[in-house]
């Protein structure tokens, strides 16, 4: 099953996401909460947020930090496929999917 569902004319038009992934479960525990700015947000959706900006500077060959593993972001969001740049569009679907909310 593809994870990104794209048309004739490689526009984005869906996404497949893995229910199985600790994303999906961090987002429905109400009480995983931080503080960011005196506010409270969740925590997926701030590890949503910060793996946006890591994955973008991963794709542009830098590392955020020396243990930084593209592999353990995809595998905390369920991402099985191998392009980093579908990956980045699935994560920023994923934010836009949440922000219609």
């Given at each position: 099953m593809k994870q990104v569902i794209i048309d004739e004319n490689n526009n984005v038009i869906g996404f497949?996401?893995?229910q199985d992934c600790k994303f999906i479960e961090d987002m429905a525990n109400p009480n995983n909460l931080i503080s960011v700015n005196d506010e409270n947000m969740n925590k997926a959706y701030y590890n949503l947020l910060?793996?946006?900006?890591?994955?973008k500077l991963y794709n542009?060959?830098?590392?955020?930090?020396r243990h930084f593993k593209i592999t353990d972001v995809k595998k905390y969001f369920g991402f099985q496929e191998r392009d980093n740049d579908l990956f980045l569009e699935y994560l920023e679907g994923l934010k836009d999917l949440i922000n219609e909310k």
């Open positions: 497949n996401i893995n910060t793996s946006i900006y890591s994955v542009k060959g830098l590392k955020i930090n």
